[in-house]
């Protein structure tokens, strides 16, 4: 069955993940919660990051965890509602202050423009929160080519539970099959897997490399740039 739609994974497949979340969490710690460097550069690598390569490592909580899990990861002596505090916290009001930080992959507005041509139907499924992904999709100037932003908050059950695939499939009206899951990590290729999707389609432009993912992607291309290509030629 022929695609039409896109979900695209956000972090590492739109946004560099590096460059964006390691200074974010750096000073979110610091100047929010009171963290020394120290405690920092620990809490850091508890979740995932590579003090040596200065990368966050493919498969860890930073690289497709959400917040309540990076939450219950770095504070595990507050209690549940405690937890639920702190991440909602994070996401809606300390989410304004980290749009600084916020690096795109490449100029993707002639991307987006391109596949819309095709006439497929976009949209973004990510870990991070609704509100999150939202602003930064308005803070890059591309809100505008989705017909909705998933969020973890947007489903009972976040990636990999197929969820995300059949709320876009739901809002826009397609078949599972018909839609094409793009994303740098094993839960996006999980993902697509669990929710019946037509296409799972793994890029290498996040941490994740290619014996990572590519042994559950149908297709991996080095960055959404080779999209537009790889869908025409599939038909």
């Excluded at 963290?35 to 979740?47: C, N, Q, R």
């Amino acid at each position: 069955m022929a695609i039409k739609g896109i979900l695209f994974d956000k972090d590492g497949t739109l946004i560099e993940v590096n460059g964006t979340w390691i200074p974010v969490y750096q000073a979110m710690l610091a100047d929010v919660f009171g963290h020394s460097m120290g405690e920092i550069v620990e809490f850091l690598e508890l979740a995932g990051y590579d003090r040596a390569s200065g990368h966050i490592q493919a498969g860890s909580v930073m690289a497709h965890g959400t917040t309540r899990e990076l939450v219950a990861l770095w504070w595990p002596e507050l209690n549940a509602d405690q937890q639920r505090q702190r991440a909602h916290l994070i996401d809606n009001d300390l989410a304004p202050k980290a749009l600084s930080y916020v690096k795109p992959l490449m100029d993707l507005q002639p991307i987006f423009d391109e596949l819309h041509a095709m006439g497929l139907v976009l949209g973004v499924g990510t870990n991070d929160s609704e509100a999150s992904g939202t602003a930064h999709m308005k803070h890059l100037k591309v809100h505008h080519y989705f017909d909705l932003v998933i969020g973890a908050d947007s489903v009972d059950v976040p990636k990999p539970s197929g969820q995300m695939i059949a709320r876009f499939a739901e809002k826009t009206g397609l078949k599972p099959s018909e839609i094409a899951m793009v994303g740098d990590n094993t839960h996006d290729m999980d993902e697509a897997k669990a929710g019946g999707a037509g296409m799972a389609i793994g890029v290498l432009s996040g941490n994740a490399r290619h014996e990572d993912i590519g042994h559950l992607a149908d297709h991996v291309i080095v960055s959404v740039a080779e999209l537009p290509a790889l869908l025409k030629a599939h038909g």
